[in-house]
């Protein structure tokens, strides 16, 4: 039930691009994505719909395969501040959020 | 102004103990939720309440107690402390029934550890 994300961890020099990937096995009503710094909360970025709509973060962007029920969170020139732990969170029926294990990424100067 | 807020902070305790977290949100909003996130980061949903109902009750043990006296507070109760029950606890609140297409907004957590 809980979806997949991929790669586990990522190290990434600073300006450079990362793709963060979320696979489930069932069916999706949203995909969440959230980015947790260590030591913090985690805090929002995006939600992607059903029919492609989204919202969220100005600088990060994101897809919504539903029929194959996976989502890709792209990190373009990256930010020694992108640097965390990013988790997808999957909507099953009834509003619930299922996350992923995370994604930690890396930055480095 | 702190939008979710959690105390205490840290929380440490012997085995066998009861404590509570409790969990205030000033956004207005009307679900709030408890994830517990253990040691490998994985993060999951305990408990959901909408203007004070449980709607989310995941497999959690009976020790785990949720109580919400009004839609701006969550308070979670735990009993009987097992050394499992080591985690950090993390309150959120979202608007019109959270997950559906809302953000979820994260307290600042509550690090918990038995001994």
């Known amino acids: 039930q809980q979806p997949v994300q991929s790669p586990q961890a990522v190290i990434l020099r600073e300006g450079e691009d990362a793709v963060i990937n979320c696979s489930s096995s069932k069916a999706l009503y949203s995909v969440h994505w959230y980015r947790q710094k260590h030591g913090e909360a985690p805090v929002f970025l995006m939600i992607?719909?059903?029919?492609?709509e989204q919202k969220g973060h100005e600088k990060i962007s994101a897809s919504f395969n539903e029929k194959k029920q996976q989502s890709s969170l792209y990190l373009t020139a990256s930010q020694l501040s992108y640097s965390g732990t990013y988790f997808c969170g999957t909507e099953l029926s009834g509003g619930k959020l299922i996350f992923g294990q995370g994604t930690e990424l890396s930055v480095k100067p | 102004d702190t939008a979710v807020s959690q105390t205490p902070k840290y929380l440490v305790t012997q085995m066998g103990n009861d404590k509570s977290i409790k969990c205030e949100q000033n956004l207005g909003h009307d679900t709030m939720y408890w994830y517990k996130q253990d040691s490998k980061k994985f993060l999951k949903i305990m408990f959901s309440y909408n203007n004070k109902e449980l709607i989310i009750n995941e497999t959690v043990p009976n020790r785990f107690s949720p109580k919400s006296p009004d839609k701006a507070h969550l308070n979670l109760h735990i009993n009987s402390l097992e050394l499992g029950d080591s985690a950090v606890y993390f309150c959120?609140?979202?608007?019109?029934?959270?997950?559906?297409?809302?953000?979820?907004?994260f307290g600042p957590g509550t690090r918990l550890t038995v001994l």
């Open positions: 992607l719909l059903k029919g492609g």
């Open positions: 959120a609140s979202s608007p019109l029934g959270g997950g559906v297409h809302n953000e979820q907004f």
